[in-house]
């Protein structure tokens, strides 16, 4: 019985959900269904009950069913460590996502402290390859789910960033104001790398005591330079006032946090995971969101809410039924999809499954 | 076409500029008005002209006054040693309501941000320092949100104030994230107030 889950989840004209509601039992949900029916779309609405732009990255609007185009909400009733909260969050057309917490406005940061939800997409196959930025996401997402506050940091970071490198770019000079400015980007960045560094090492310490079918990674915090990472406040304050000249002709922050980047390395063939076949570095990527998921429940008391979008493509029917297994032993409320009921054999009746149907508006239909 | 007459619109249409009033507000507010001629619509007719005329900026802390002075830069009792540095005339009021504050005031009329375009020049920064220095003060608080521009602001004033012989003390952050000073209640105010640290 997963201790953090989502008992029921209502859209209401999200994607190309009019209006439905799902009703959970502890068991992880598998959710099946063709090309297009709105498998994803679920996975989407549940993400947008954590802080951010949820696993799409989309902006707000978009995710407003057309062609009504009036707006979108999505509601949960959330059950924590025992206790039951009732979660809204909605788009009315203008300004951001609105959110309630039992009734009551928040901010939207404060869903992070309530629902822990950590995701894997496709898009995130290419993550090993690819830019930094992917990875530096990722990684505060599995940080975010340990120390929600630094979900806070890291707005309160990307804020004062955005106002010095405009200063740098408006050719300020005055040495008292970059101070200010500064002061609070090392405050705030300082948290970020310890977050980060944390965060690996909770991990890397999950993965050395669990009895797991995916491979282990050797995890650091690397900087765009390869210069070290900077820890903290102090040093970071100096860092930011020594770079000011080099910064103003670059026109922007080249220190900091937001140049960090994770690196993984393929632990038993020590080979960096960039260069790891298709599937391996799924295996890669699977392992260290169950290694959040076991340090979570050590921590905080119980695992995050995973979402797993087509999490069997590239993974061989030995890994699926390993990850399923994983997956229930931790309690874990995992939500899966999948084009065919196929790729879900090996769960059997240890899931609850859902299959979604194309047509003018999706339509969910339990399976009992 | 609110009402059918071209002197009564104008009236609805000024005052669904108001903040809080919309079109509807408003043509019921007029409405109203007109009804209590006597008791409501003269009198503030009457009261908008006098403001209209005498309404100004404190020469000293920019509070909003009728004279060259506000009515706190004026009252020597409030000569303490303590200015308390505000983002908006509003913050002001709200310190006011509370009534704990003893001391003088400073508003910047803003904060910091680059973005916005707003640097020290848009803001009262240097005629508070010249106060500080002009007024014996031994203490400045800074009452300003804890939103990333009002920190800040807080951090470029303290800097400004290092040398000069002044402590400079910060609210105590029960102020939320984005929580604007206007709209907390007296009693956490107070507590704010009290609970102030150095910063
Ligand atoms: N704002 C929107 N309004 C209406 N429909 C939308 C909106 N945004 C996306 N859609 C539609 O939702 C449909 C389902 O998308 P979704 O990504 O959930 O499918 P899926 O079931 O995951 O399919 P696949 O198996 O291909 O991944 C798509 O056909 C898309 O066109
Ligand atoms: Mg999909
Ligand atoms: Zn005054």
């Known amino acids: 019985m997963a201790h953090l889950a989502v008992r029921q989840l209502t859209l209401s004209h999200f994607r190309s959900h009019k209006r439905a509601v799902i009703e959970t039992d502890g068991r992880p949900i598998a959710i099946y269904g063709p090309n297009g029916a709105g498998k994803t779309n679920i996975l989407e609405a549940i993400s947008m009950l954590s802080p951010g732009r949820g696993l799409r990255r989309a902006k707000t609007a978009e995710l407003a069913r057309v062609p009504e185009t009036v707006g979108w909400k999505v509601s949960a009733i959330l059950e924590s460590l025992g206790h039951t909260h009732e979660l809204e969050t909605s788009f009315t057309g203008d300004g951001s996502r609105t959110v309630l917490i039992d009734g009551k406005a928040a901010p939207q940061i404060a869903l992070g402290r309530l629902a822990r939800v950590v995701w894997l997409v496709p898009v995130m196959d290419r993550l090993w390859v690819e830019g930094a930025d992917g990875r530096r996401r990722f990684l505060d997402r599995l940080a975010m789910s340990f120390e929600p506050s630094h979900g806070e940091q890291t707005l309160v970071y990307e804020r004062s960033m955005r106002e010095r490198n405009r200063m740098l770019k408006d050719g300020i000079t005055d040495p008292s104001w970059y101070g200010a400015v500064e002061s609070q980007m090392a405050d705030a960045g300082a948290m970020i790398a310890q977050n980060r560094l944390q965060t690996i090492a909770r991990i890397s310490a999950a993965q050395a005591i669990a009895t797991t079918s995916f491979p282990a990674a050797s995890l650091t915090l690397v900087n765009a330079d390869n210069s070290e990472i900077i820890e903290t406040a102090d040093q970071l304050r100096d860092a930011f006032a020594d770079g000011r000249r080099r910064d103003m002709q670059a026109g922007r922050t080249l220190v900091g946090p937001h140049r960090d980047d994770l690196n993984a390395i393929y632990a038993t063939k020590d080979v960096p995971a960039a260069q790891c076949s298709t599937g391996e570095q799924k295996a890669l990527l699977v392992s260290l969101i169950l290694s959040n998921a076991r340090a979570l429940a050590q921590d905080f008391g119980a695992a995050p809410i995973i979402l797993l979008d087509e999490v069997g493509a590239h993974l061989d029917a030995d890994r699926r039924a390993a990850l399923y297994d994983e997956i229930c032993a931790l309690g874990a409320q995992a939500w899966m999809t999948g084009t065919g009921a196929e790729l879900f054999d090996s769960l059997g009746n240890r899931a609850k499954y859902l299959m979604v149907d194309d047509g003018a508006t999706s339509a969910i239909h339990p399976i009992p | ?199």
């Open chain 2, 1 to 199: 076409m609110n009402s059918n007459n071209k002197d009564i619109d104008i009236l609805i249409q000024l005052m669904a500029k108001l903040p809080g009033l919309g079109p509807r507000s408003a043509r019921r507010a007029v409405l109203h008005l007109i009804k209590k001629r006597d008791i409501l619509l003269s009198p503030l007719a009457d009261s908008l002209f006098t403001v209209a005329q005498t309404a100004r900026e404190c020469v000293t802390c920019g509070n909003i006054g009728t004279m060259d002075q506000c009515d706190v830069c004026a009252d020597p009792r409030r000569a303490i040693g303590q200015i308390c540095v505000v983002e908006d005339v509003s913050d002001l009021w709200a310190m006011e309501r509370a009534a704990v504050f003893k001391g003088r005031y400073h508003v910047l009329g803003g904060v910091l941000s680059a973005l916005d375009g707003v640097g020290p020049e848009e803001l009262r920064i240097p005629n508070l320092v010249s106060r500080v220095g002009d007024e014996n003060i031994t203490e400045v608080i800074l009452a300003l949100n804890a939103t990333v521009d009002g920190q800040t602001t807080a951090h470029y004033i303290a800097d400004q104030l290092e040398d000069m012989g002044v402590s400079v003390t910060s609210l105590a952050q029960g102020v939320p994230i984005g929580g604007e000073l206007d709209y907390l209640d007296d009693g956490t105010i107070t507590a704010a107030l009290n609970a102030r640290k150095a910063v």
